[in-house]
């Protein structure tokens, strides 16, 4: 809804080093232009566990404005040491330490850290990545 209203375009993004064909099957069925709602909106449908990383006010924005409540969410991340070792909806915020626990689909919600972030998992921790593109201006 904040995106349709802002008229802000976006698109999506699928990092991953070793999906499943379950997973790639699924996600090529979701194009970009249903956009991030209903994106999260399957996640949700699915009670697939998922990693939220990012802590802020991205997040916040999605946690009420589309089904992010709803999805299996087993941690958040955020590399903003102000964040971590709080709660979130009762879900511990911790840094990327603990990702290696985890074998998730992460679902990066940072506007401004985005591309570096999808990097770090992509090179340094091996999940799961679902980032949201915004159009460089």
Not at 10 to 35: C, E, M, N, V
Not at 42 to 67: C, E, M, Y
């Amino acid at each position: 809804q904040f995106h349709d209203e802002m008229d802000i375009p976006y698109s999506l993004t699928i990092t991953s080093p070793h999906p499943t064909p379950q997973f790639k099957h699924d996600f090529a069925k979701a194009p970009a232009s249903r956009g991030i709602k209903a994106i999260i909106a399957d996640l949700a449908d699915s009670n697939r566990p998922i990693i939220v990383w990012g802590a802020g006010t991205h997040t916040l924005r999605l946690l009420k404005t589309s089904k992010l409540a709803e999805c299996k969410i087993q941690l958040f991340v955020d590399s903003n040491p102000n964040y971590q070792g709080k709660e979130l909806m009762g879900i511990p915020i911790n840094g990327t330490d603990f990702l290696a626990y985890y074998d998730s689909l992460i679902l990066v919600s940072s506007k401004t850290m985005q591309q570096p972030i999808l990097e770090q998992i992509k090179t340094e921790v091996g999940l799961y990545a679902i980032g949201i593109i915004y159009p460089q201006h």
